[in-house]
């Protein structure tokens, strides 16, 4: 399971497609849903959309919403509106009050100036009256743990998290450079 989400973090679409090929007609194993979760993700971040919804319709076991969050959040970086659409409207099925995914269709509407539908789509859902919960998240700064909402800057120890935070995505910056030298034949 290891070297599909590294190839996948890094982009190595083809040496992904090897590994996974592999398991099955070489080690005669059969890709788990996580694997297939792997191969989507890793389609999705190199922008490969028809691609990765093929594979999320053809996989073997059953599409849950992760698997589909996965290709809108991709059609949201990647601005495909139809198959945004069209991972969202599979996401509903499974969760009608899925707050995250309408507002992601919005924001895949407005991040393509169509305002009216970002629009639409929003006026929805307050009328199905879904609410957006606020993300909490907790960080430890020198041996204290502190609960703020995403996004909030009043926090007292906001400067402390935020500093912590950039040595973190720097950190994990530097270690997929590392994997990806080491993925990379040569």
Sequence with gaps: ??????SSHV???????QYFDSMTNEYKISPSKEHYGCMI???CRA??????????????????????STLLRASRVHGDVECGKR????????DTNC?????TLANIYASR??????ADVRKLTRSKGVINEPGWSWIKVKDQISA???GNRLQPQCKEIYNILKLIAFRAHLAVQEVAVFLVPG
Excluded: C
Excluded at 11 to 17: E, K, P, Q, S, T
Excluded at 52 to 61: D, G, I, L, V
């Design 41 to 43: 993700d890793l389609l």
């Design 11 to 17: 982009g190595i679409v083809d040496l992904g497609f």
């Design 87 to 94: 991972a969202a409207e599979q996401i509903l099925k499974l």
């Design 148 to 150: 703020f909402v995403a």
């Design 47 to 68: 922008g490969r959309l028809r691609e990765a919804e093929n594979m999320t319709r053809s996989m073997p076991y059953k599409r849950d919403d992760v698997v589909w």
């Design 113 to 118: 100036g169509e305002w009216k539908k970002a």
């Design 1 to 6: 399971m290891g070297i599909l989400p590294n």
């Design 99 to 103: 707050a995250g995914t309408h507002i």
